[in-house]
C-alpha cells in the first residue's frame, strides 16, 4: 500500500464545520458591516430630509415675505406722492376759507398753490411734457390734434393744447399739439 494520507471520518466531519463555522463568521462580519454601512446611510437620508425640510420651510417664507412687501408696495407705494398733495389741498383749502378774497389775492394763492403742485409732481418723478414752438412733432410724447398750413417745416409744433406728463421716461399722457402739414 502507498502512503497516501488519507482522512479520518473524524477529520473529514471536522472540515465541513470548520468550513462552515469560518463562512457563518464571515457572513456574521458581512452583516455587521452592512448593518453599520445600512444605519449610516439611514443617518446620511434622515440628516438631508431633514435639511431639505429647512430648506423648503425656508423658501417658503421668503415667497411669503417677498409677497407681503410687494403687497406693501401696492398699498403703500403712493404714499410718498399723496403726502407731497397734502399742502397743496391745504393752500386750496385755504383760499377757499377767504370770503371776500379779492381777484388779485386769487390770483397770487393760485400761482402759488401751481407752484406747489408742480413741485410736488417733480419731487416724485412726473415731469411736464410741453414742446416749444417749432420743435419736432415726436409721436412717442405727443399727439397731433390737428394739422395746419405753415411756412415752417413739416411735422414741427405750432402750438401745445394741453401738457403732456412723463414718469420715469414713460409717458402718462402724451402732449396735445397742432403741427405743420407736408408743404
Known amino acids: ?17 470548520e468550513v462552515e463555522a469560518a ?9 455587521a458591516r452592512l448593518q453599520g454601512e445600512l444605519a449610516e446611510l439611514k443617518a446620511k437620508s434622515a440628516d438631508l430630509a431633514d ?7 425656508e423658501a417658503e417664507n421668503a415667497r411669503r415675505r417677498a409677497e407681503d412687501e410687494v403687497s406693501k408696495a401696492r398699498k403703500f407705494g403712493i404714499e410718498s406722492f399723496a ?5 397743496v389741498a391745504d393752500s386750496l ?38 414742446p416749444a414752438a417749432g420743435a419736432k412733432f415726436d409721436p ?19 402750438a401745445v393744447l394741453q401738457k403732456g406728463y412723463a414718469i420715469a421716461e414713460r409717458v402718462l399722457r402724451p402732449a396735445l399739439v397742432t403741427v405743420t402739414a407736408p408743404k
Open 1 to 17: 500500500m502507498s502512503d497516501t494520507s488519507h482522512t479520518t471520518p473524524a477529520q473529514s466531519a471536522s472540515a465541513p464545520e
Open 23 to 31: 463562512m457563518a463568521a464571515h457572513a456574521s462580519d458581512e452583516l
Open 51 to 57: 435639511q431639505f425640510l429647512r430648506a423648503k420651510a
Open 83 to 87: 403726502e407731497s398733495l397734502l399742502p
Open 93 to 130: 383749502d385755504a383760499a377757499l376759507a377767504i370770503k371776500e378774497a379779492t381777484p388779485q389775492q386769487l390770483r397770487e394763492g393760485a400761482d402759488a398753490t401751481l407752484r406747489q403742485l408742480t413741485s410736488a409732481l417733480e419731487r416724485n418723478k412726473v415731469i411736464a411734457i410741453n
Open 140 to 158: 412717442h410724447q405727443h399727439q397731433a390734434i390737428s394739422v395746419v398750413p405753415a411756412e415752417q417745416e413739416a411735422n414741427t409744433v405750432v
